[in-house]
């Protein structure tokens, strides 16, 4: 039995209730959009998603969340974030949920399927920062910054030293006209 992509039945609650609940069984912590979308469109009986459009908007979240992690793991390789590093590269809620707010079709200012969110109300809670990890990008974003200007600094000194010898050459070339001079371009 498949359920038209404008209709789901939630039984006798409506989507705010259903997230109250979905934050009682998470121990009092709101639950993300995506978790509540993933529920309300999800068949009681078979445990699966009957609607199409919701399964695709589910997979589509999934695989950019997907590769929006892999993105952050490179970058923090890249980066070099201590070997030992075992900080997570997760999403935070807030970030899930926007990209299921990109992925939902809008309907006269509505998400479908998900209803008008408060825009009162924070979508979920702010997950905590860690201070000693703030701390560290801190560092890491001073020694990035510090690298630029030393890259810089050296850029400009060759530009400098390619100059001093270009009019050294033009020199030399000047006062010594019957001399053939192999200059090496590369150097």
Known sequence: MSRSSGFVSLGAQ????????MAQ?????????????????????????????????????DSMTQDEEARLSQIQADLDLDATSTESTALSQVRINELLESAIPKKKGRLVGLG?????????????????LMDQLKDKDERIRQLEEKMAAQERAREADRRRSEKMMAAFMRQFPDQNFDVDEDE
């Open 25 to 61: 069984e998470n121990e009092g912590e709101p639950v993300g959009d995506f978790p509540l979308y993933k529920r309300i469109h999800t068949n009681k009986t078979t445990g699966q998603i009957d609607d199409g459009l919701a399964q695709e908007v589910v997979s589509l979240v």
């Open 116 to 132: 008008r969110r408060s825009k009162s109300v924070p979508p979920t809670s702010q997950v905590p920062v860690d201070p000693t």
């Open 14 to 21: 409506s989507i705010p209730t259903l997230a109250d609940k």
